[in-house]
């Protein structure tokens, strides 16, 4: 990705797949890496963003009933499955201020207001 970037490029971080420490840390690294602009994709329906039990009990009570090795096989996925964790990844993506955010399946007004007032682009 950092390679992408110094060449100059805009490359995407894949924000999706991590539970909002590890994203922290990735988006970290690469600003370690370079001072070239990035992207980070999201997830951002309000599904996903939503902090209503009724809406998360039949996802946690999925998740739950899952065994220990199907779990593993869906790490990737297990941002989205988790609850708080899309919102978490929010907070760290706002604080970071990546050039942009890509955005799918949803652009959420507030998302796009507070994004465009810390200066970060929004694609959708």
């Known amino acids: 990705m950092v390679a992408v970037s110094n060449a100059g490029g805009l490359r995407r971080l894949g924000g ?17 890496r370079t001072k070239q602009p990035f992207a980070v994709n ?53 604080d970071a201020a990546p050039a942009a955010v890509v955005l799918t399946f949803g652009t959420p007004a507030w998302f796009i207001d507070e994004c465009r007032a810390r200066g970060i682009g929004v694609w959708a």
């Open 42 to 94: 999201l997830l951002l329906p309000d599904s996903l963003t939503s902090e209503s039990d009724e809406t998360w009990a039949p996802v946690r009570d999925l998740w739950d009933s899952l065994p220990e090795a199907d779990r593993a096989k869906l790490v990737g996925i297990e941002p989205l499955l988790t609850p708080g964790a899309v919102a978490g990844q929010v907070e760290v993506v706002l």
């Open 16 to 32: 999706v797949s991590y539970l909002p420490d590890a994203l922290r840390t990735e988006i970290g690294d690469i600003k370690r």
